[in-house]
């Protein structure tokens, strides 16, 4: 019980950039999400993609990919639910955590965030409809990354978690 009114009293305080935070995760989510749903929409242009990319490749393994396009279009949709769904998930678990002032989830979310951005450039190279997504995911990660580290307002909102906790330790210790 003591928790739940710790954790309910300093979400209250929580400084505005972690509020927009919460929103840039589920404008970050929907965009992840949407994807996938695109790729199912246009499929034609999802294979056409797939078909170009595999010009790089050696004869035999082109030659296998032009005659069996629907199992790869099947294979890059189940990559792409499965990693979204991933991310999704991410996301998820880390911005609350950062927004109640744990942290360890703000590191965690820069560590995703900074490599989510870092790989959508695989996706951005894949040509239009996946550089619709990508443009605005990246856009929010970026911002998202600001408001984490940027603020004063959410380094002090860090530092006072981190000494209360610090505090509440050192009581439980001595009761002890």
């Not at 199912?40 to 069996?68: E, F, K, M, S, Y």
Request: glycine fraction near 6%; charge should be positive.
């Amino acid at each position: 019980m003591e928790a739940q009114s710790y954790h309910q009293e300093n979400a209250a305080r929580a400084p505005w950039p972690m509020r927009w935070l919460a929103v840039g995760a589920i404008v970050s989510i929907l965009l992840l999400l949407a994807l996938p749903v695109m790729m199912l929409i246009d499929r034609d242009g999802v294979v056409a993609t797939i078909v170009r990319q595999g010009q790089q490749l050696d004869t035999a393994n082109r030659q296998w990919l032009l005659a069996h396009p629907s199992l790869v279009y099947g294979f890059a949709m189940i990559y792409t639910v499965v990693l979204h769904l991933i991310c999704a998930g991410v996301l998820s678990w880390f911005t609350p955590k950062a927004v109640r002032g744990r942290g360890w989830a703000r590191i965690g979310l820069s560590v995703y965030l900074v490599v989510a951005t870092c790989l959508s450039v695989i996706s951005a190279v894949q040509g239009g409809m996946f550089l619709a997504i990508v443009i605005p995911t990246d856009t929010i990660h970026i911002f998202m990354l600001v408001l984490l580290w940027v603020p004063p307002s959410v380094g002090r909102f860090f530092a006072a978690h981190r000494s209360a906790r610090r505090s509440k330790l050192t009581t439980a210790d001595a009761s002890a």
